[in-house]
């Protein structure tokens, strides 16, 4: 069963940090880009981080770079997402996502959904 789970959302302060990881099963992630996405209250899911399957490049969207990095370990089939300096902006639901290798964060190519786990950014 192809499937991805999410863990390490959780309520944080401005400026603090954490880090999801998204586990893979039934699938290797040296056939398929990872990335994250996350969707905010009443707006559009959006592609923040992602990875490719295998030379390792990287996308971050702007409102992210500089702040967040994305890591991927093929021995544990799992992908990170290092998170810091947290902004209130940054709360949404993140949902980690496979898509087959080519153009990254690309919202319609994405094959796999996670669940998802709630970021809450708030003092």
């Known amino acids: 069963q192809v499937q991805l789970v999410e863990s390490g959302g959780g309520l944080v302060q401005p400026g603090g940090s954490l880090r999801l990881s998204c586990a893979a099963s039934?699938?290797?992630?040296?056939?398929?880009?990872i990335g994250w996405f996350r969707q905010a209250p009443g707006k559009e899911r959006e592609g923040v981080s992602c990875?490719?399957?295998?030379?390792?490049?990287?996308y971050y969207a702007d409102s992210v770079k500089g702040r967040f990095t994305i890591s991927r370990d093929n021995a544990k089939n799992t992908v990170y997402l290092q998170m810091n300096s947290l902004k209130p902006e940054d709360t949404a639901v993140y949902y980690c996502?496979?898509?087959?290798?080519?153009?990254?964060?690309?919202?319609?190519?994405?094959?796999?959904w996670g669940q998802g786990t709630l970021v809450t950014v708030s003092s």
């Open positions: 996502a496979a898509e087959p290798p080519g153009r990254l964060c690309t919202l319609l190519r994405v094959e796999v």
């Open positions: 990875i490719s399957a295998r030379v390792g490049s990287t």
């Open positions: 039934g699938f290797s992630l040296d056939d398929y880009s």
